[in-house]
Structure formats: C-alpha cells, structure tokens
C-alpha cells in the first residue's frame, strides 16, 4: 500500500446535483484532501475537510454518513 495515497468518492444524480470527497492534489485547495460540490452546470465550489477516520473501511462509513446529511 502506497505512503500516501489518493482516493475519490464522487457522487451525481439526475437532478444535476454532483459533489465529491477528493484525496488527490487540487489547485483550488490547501492539501490534499477535500469537498467538491456543484447542483447544476457551474463551476464546482471546492473546500478542505478532513476525516478522523484512518482506514480504508472507516473513511468510507464516514463518506456516506456525510453524503447522507448533504442528501437530506
């Protein structure tokens, strides 16, 4: 397993709406990790987050907890 390595949990539905957690270098933001959301064609609108969790498994309960609230 890499040092440190990149990852994407991206979501998009029907209605246009489209966010992402993103691991993975972004111009737009400080470090590596972050959240990218947009409801339509726009841009997306980029910021950093960061997670307690440190396992793969546990990352991604806490990615669909939060893609849960952000759907709600």
């Avoid at 990218?36 to 950093?48: D, L």
Wanted: hydrophobic share 25%.
């Amino acid at each position: 397993m890499p040092d440190d390595p990149g990852y994407v949990f991206h979501y998009s539905d029907d209605t246009g709406f489209d966010c992402g957690w993103h691991r993975e270098p972004n111009p737009h933001v400080d470090g590596k990790l972050h959240y990218q959301e947009r409801s339509s064609a726009e841009s997306y609108q980029y910021e950093s987050v960061s997670f307690s969790a440190e396992t793969p498994p546990r990352i991604l309960w806490t990615v669909l907890d939060r893609l849960t609230d952000r759907l709600s």
